[in-house]
């Protein structure tokens, strides 16, 4: 059964960080790319960053360019971002999810990042 967790989440003062953790199960990060989403109250969900399973290539959305990073940990089968110099614009639900083919099949339930300024 295909799981995702996230964790981490939480309230922070603007130029704070937190680490978010996406703990992945049913799956192989071996073979799955994971991206992770947020959406902000009244706000389309939008993509923030993703790395890929086959060569550890990431990419991320303009806003949080030089701040956050995405990372794999192979041996716990979970993906982490570090956030890093938050905004209160940063303030979000936060969601993982499992690539699959064009698009992703599976989301977590999401943690929530309140950046208080």
């Known amino acids: 059964q295909v799981q995702l967790v996230e964790s981490g989440g939480g309230l922070v003062q603007s130029g704070g960080s937190l680490r978010l953790s996406c703990a992945a199960s049913g799956f192989t990060l071996d073979y799955h790319g994971i991206a992770w989403f947020r959406q902000a109250p009244g706000k389309e969900r939008e993509g923030v960053s993703c790395i890929s399973s086959s060569d550890d290539t990431t990419t991320y959305a303009d806003s949080v360019k030089g701040r956050f990073t995405i990372s794999r940990d192979i041996a716990n089968n979970t993906v982490h971002l570090q956030m890093n110099s938050l905004k209160s614009e940063d303030t979000a639900v936060y969601y993982c999810?499992?690539?699959?083919?064009?698009?992703?099949?599976?989301w977590g339930q999401g943690t929530q990042v309140t950046v208080s300024s």
């Open positions: 999810a499992k690539d699959y083919e064009s698009g992703y099949d599976y």
